[in-house]
């Protein structure tokens, strides 16, 4: 496994580990302060679960962002796995080729300038 390999794979590992977080974030965020506990009662104290938003909120944002920033870092493996792939598909041109087309280039021109 050569050095960008190992990079995509360590950029894989990262996407499978934010989903995680993000997961169990979310999960032990809703599940200890999504519900609060109230003492009501004038003649007696009774205790009751009320809805709290701002936990709810936070740990349906963090749920969301787990799942997008994961497949976000996918994404970007994927794109750098194919750019590897096109890279290693296309040799790269040696110099006497690149001497050899700029100077057909110039010949060209200087023809054409002159049938003009």
Aim: with cysteine; net charge negative; proline share 3%.
């Amino acid at each position: 496994m050569d050095g960008e390999q190992r990079t995509i794979s360590v950029l894989k590992f990262f996407a499978w580990l934010n989903l995680l977080g993000g997961v169990i974030g979310a999960v032990i965020i809703f599940f200890n302060w999504g519900f609060v506990e109230v003492k009501r009662g004038t003649y007696y104290t009774f205790t009751e679960k009320i809805f709290n938003p701002l936990p709810m909120g936070i740990s349906i944002g963090l749920l969301v962002e787990g799942i997008f920033g994961c497949a976000l870092l996918l994404v970007i493996c994927s794109i750098a796995n194919n750019l590897i792939k096109i890279r290693k598909n296309t040799g790269p041109l040696e110099d006497e080729e690149i001497l050899l087309s700029e100077t057909n280039i110039n010949q060209e021109d200087n023809g054409l300038r002159g049938a003009i």
